[in-house]
């Protein structure tokens, strides 16, 4: 589990001379992280936070070369889904035993986060979806 961050932003107003100044909470999210977001058509959801990078490392390989593989995949069949970060839905399992929940980070459309590294916003997509959408994209 990882923690918040502070950030300051500023941006201009109306191109005057003054900026304004506010404090966001960022919570820093990474590879394989427990996430429960909220603001969908269908209430609370539960994910679970992907890297490719990350998905290298668990699998003993070389982070660096599975983004490269990946950003090369993305221009050679555009379209096709490669992305180097994703937020994919936790399947719902009907069991005869109970288990424990995993601890989860409580998020809401909208809210910014730190992915490891890159600023994005969470917005919905198809089929009650999550998008991580950089925001220096």
Do not use: W
Request: glycine fraction near 6%; proline fraction near 5%.
């Amino acid at each position: 589990m990882t923690a918040h961050k502070r950030i300051r932003i500023v941006k201009p107003i109306d191109n005057a001379a003054h900026t304004e100044e506010r404090t966001l909470d960022i919570v820093k999210i990474n590879h394989g992280d427990k996430l429960e977001i909220h603001g969908s058509r269908r209430g609370a959801m539960n994910a679970t936070a992907f890297t490719i990078a990350g998905d290298a490392k668990q699998r003993g390989e070389c982070p660096v070369a599975a983004e490269e593989k990946c950003r090369a995949n993305m221009v050679k069949f555009p379209g096709m889904g490669h992305v180097l970060r994703a937020i994919s839905l936790d399947p719902i399992v009907l069991a005869d035993h109970y288990q424990d929940a995993p601890d989860r980070i409580v998020l809401a459309v909208g809210d910014v986060i730190d992915f490891e590294g890159c600023f994005c916003r969470i917005e919905t997509r198809a089929n009650n979806n999550f998008e991580p959408v950089p925001l220096n994209a």
